[in-house]
């Protein structure tokens, strides 16, 4: 069985597994070269994988505002 990964860039992948699909379109973070899956942290176009790499990023640590664990009021 397989599926069809279409991205908005136009181009169009079939893969047997989601570790293929992973290896093949998943972006890498700038600061730790791993895959970022979920979520991740873009910052003027640039993706890393969490906020603690983003901050360690060139001059990027002023600009991240991480919420992860605050509490509303």
Do not use: W
């Amino acid at each position: 069985m397989t599926f069809e990964v279409r991205t908005t860039g136009g181009g169009v992948y079939t893969f047997d597994s989601f570790e293929c699909a992973i290896q093949r379109l998943a972006p890498r973070c700038e600061h730790c070269d791993c895959r970022i899956l979920g979520h991740g942290v873009e910052v003027n176009g640039r993706f890393f994988c969490c906020a603690h790499c983003a901050r360690t990023a060139d001059s990027l640590g002023a600009e991240i505002k991480d919420t992860v664990g605050a509490h509303p009021g």
